[in-house]
């Protein structure tokens, strides 16, 4: 199973940089095992809110989150991943939010997070992937 962090999710909606956005469109339709995970989708729909002068709305965003669930599996929060996300932050040094989606990944068995927010390759198996960096 694939998830991806907020970042990449803005960017699909996000025409400022259509090299970007066509990456991460391309990606996020090939995921047919993708998992979205709770604390993205409501960090999704928060970021959102800046590409509304670029007029994106709050009515999109929120569609376009209901249209994720419905061909990707949803991580639900547990007491677990806050637990571990405390670990997460203090072994990494990952934001609070940044080890909450670890964690949530971790806990789902989620084998690869595309991101371009995080330092490492790797995290306690979980395999963290910047789609825009070149290999």
């Known amino acids: 199973m694939n998830a991806v962090d907020t970042n990449i999710l803005i960017y699909v ?18 995921l047919t095992d993708g998992v979205l995970v709770w604390q993205v989708a409501c960090e999704y729909l928060a970021a959102s809110r800046k590409l509304e002068p670029l007029g994106y709305n709050g009515v999109q965003a929120y569609q376009y989150v209901r249209d994720l669930q419905q061909v990707w599996y949803t991580v639900l929060p547990t007491w ?19 080890s909450m989606v670890v964690a949530a990944c971790l806990e789902a068995n989620v084998e690869t997070l595309y991101t371009e927010d995080f330092g ?3 995290i306690d198996g979980l395999k963290i992937v910047n789609p825009f960096k070149s290999p």
């Open 120 to 122: 490492y390759s790797d």
């Open 13 to 30: 909606n996000d025409p400022r940089d259509p090299a970007k956005q066509a990456m991460a469109a391309s990606l996020v339709s090939s």
């Open 80 to 98: 677990a991943v806050i637990d571990r996300s405390e670990d997460l932050m203090s072994r990494f040094s990952l934001s609070h939010w940044d």
